[in-house]
């Protein structure tokens, strides 16, 4: 959790939050059809709860965001710089929102999906 003070009082971030910020990037992203599980045990909570984290792994060490995402890729795109395109507009967001550094942003490519036979 990340933690700042001012003049009013205390301001703290959650994990969640941060993982909230990176999901919808993630998701208007091209070539990105949707996130995947980081393992069995989210997917299947994942069937009994809508989470807005749902792919994506947050860690906070104080000092820098490191973010893990697992998305499903558009068949047909070049993975490589859909890949690129996400990290890069992941650390911008949250940098812009939060303004604290992300050090890492990694990329972890589950699946393609068609999502449009035509």
Do not use: C, F
Not at 1 to 11: A, D, Q, R, V, Y
Not at 54 to 68: A, H, K, P
Not at 77 to 103: F, H, M
């Amino acid at each position: 959790m990340n933690e700042g003070s001012n003049l009013l009082g205390k301001i703290s971030v959650s994990h969640r939050a941060i993982a909230a910020i990176a999901y919808h990037s993630a998701l208007e992203s091209y070539g990105v059809v949707g996130l995947a599980a980081k393992n069995l045990a989210e997917g299947l909570a994942q069937v009994l709860v809508k989470d807005p984290s749902l792919g994506v792994d947050v860690q906070y060490d104080g000092q820098e965001i490191r973010i893990n995402l697992y998305i499903i890729v558009e068949y047909g795109t070049r993975i490589t710089i859909v890949a690129e395109s996400i990290a890069d507009q992941i650390r911008y967001q949250v940098e812009k929102i939060l303004g604290i550094p992300v050090a890492q942003v990694n990329v972890n490519v589950r699946g393609l999906r068609i999502s449009d036979p035509d």
